[in-house]
Nanobody
Framework: QVQLVESGGGLVQAGGSLRLSCAAS????????MGWFRRAPGKQREFVTA????????YYADSVKGRFTISRDNAKNTVYLQMNSLKPEDTAVYYC???????????????????WGQGTQVTVSS
């Protein structure tokens, strides 16, 4: 089992920045990929970004490239999402996800992730 605790969401004006954190505990020796999905009101869940736990390879959705940065701290079993130049369309609940590698094929397939956090709300006002 892996437990995920997210923090850092909130309300920000368009053009502003927020940093999300997600700390993993439990079976952290098996971490393969960590990342973030989001779900906006009335929309399907959407891949945002992911990072390979071992080599640091990063993946981004086109909608956030150049604005969002994912990073990790292996010693703290924590992944961070720095979000800059936020837009109202970034408003969503953001979910931290973990893959242990058993089902992961491509970063955007939600079925490849074994554990999901409880979600943290990000609201960007115009």
């Amino acid at each position: 089992q892996v437990q995920l605790v997210e923090s850092g969401g909130g309300l920000v004006q368009a053009g502003g920045s927020l940093r999300l954190s997600c700390a993993a505990s439990g079976r952290t020796f098996s971490l393969y990929v960590m990342g973030w999905f989001r779900r906006a009101p009335g929309k399907q869940r959407e891949f945002v970004t992911a990072i390979n736990w071992d080599d640091g390879t990063t993946y981004y959705a086109d909608s956030v490239k150049g604005r969002f940065t994912i990073s990790r701290d292996n010693a703290k079993n924590t992944v961070y999402l720095q979000m800059n130049s936020l837009k109202p369309e970034d408003t969503a609940v953001y979910y931290c996800v973990v893959s242990l590698g058993r089902f992961w094929t491509t970063p955007a397939k939600y079925q490849g992730y074994d554990y999901w956090g409880q979600g943290t709300q990000v609201t960007v006002s115009s």
